[in-house]
């Protein structure tokens, strides 16, 4: 969300566009498909300031109704209404933001790293799963799913644990 004040910044998360939020410029037109991938409605939104000298553009959440943004957005709901927008009758000003890394240190598929002894884990790591944009949620792939093999493959365990999740 953008904002003037010092300190972080509110995320408004990404699934209120799944939900049918749609994105305006300063003349309240869309221009942007809100459901293309991060990278590309984040280059379009960029594209937009640039060209219409704003810091920002709307988030229009209107049309998604009472019930649905406070029954799945009520956080969002509650901080706007907070910041002096209601988010039922009125578009907030939002900005891209980055709050994930993709790259980092190479790894295999075990979490191991070109050097003897050590792993990486996490949005520190480079797994290469993701390409160049990661899906909403995907970071659980390599928090769980990829410290769980690197545990395993340090432990030496990896067999007896597949053995155990399949019976
Ligand atoms: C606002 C926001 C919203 C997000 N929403 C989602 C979402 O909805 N779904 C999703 O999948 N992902 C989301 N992400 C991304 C996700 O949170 C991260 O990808 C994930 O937490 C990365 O986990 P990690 O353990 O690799 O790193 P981190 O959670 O960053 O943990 C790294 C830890 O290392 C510590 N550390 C750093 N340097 C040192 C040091 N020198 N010595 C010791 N400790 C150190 C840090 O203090 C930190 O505790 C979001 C991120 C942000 C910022």
Redo the contacts with the bound molecule.
């Keep these: 969300m953008y904002s003037k004040k010092p300190g972080r910044r509110f995320?408004i998360?990404e699934?209120v566009r799944g939900e049918g939020a749609v994105l305006l410029n300063s003349k309240k037109e869309r221009f942007v498909n809100e459901l293309l991938p991060r990278d590309v409605v984040t280059k379009a939104i960029r594209e937009e300031m640039e060209k219409e000298g704003t810091d920002h553009v709307w988030l229009s959440m209107e049309k998604l109704g009472k019930e649905t943004i406070m029954g799945h957005f009520p956080n969002i709901y509650q901080h706007c209404l907070e910041e002096g927008y209601d988010v039922t009758k009125e578009c907030i000003p939002v900005v891209p933001?980055q709050?994930?890394?993709m790259g980092g240190v190479w790894v295999d598929s075990d979490s191991k790293t070109s050097m003897e002894h050590l792993y990486a884990?996490?949005?520190?790591?480079c797994n290469g799963v993701h390409g160049a944009n990661?899906l909403?949620?995907?970071?659980?792939l390599?928090?769980l799913v990829f410290a769980k093999r690197a545990a395993n493959k340090i432990s030496g365990t990896e067999n007896e644990v597949k053995v155990r999740e399949l019976a």
């Design positions: 995320l998360s699934s933001a709050h994930y890394f884990v996490g949005e520190t790591s990661r909403a949620s995907n970071s659980l390599e928090s």
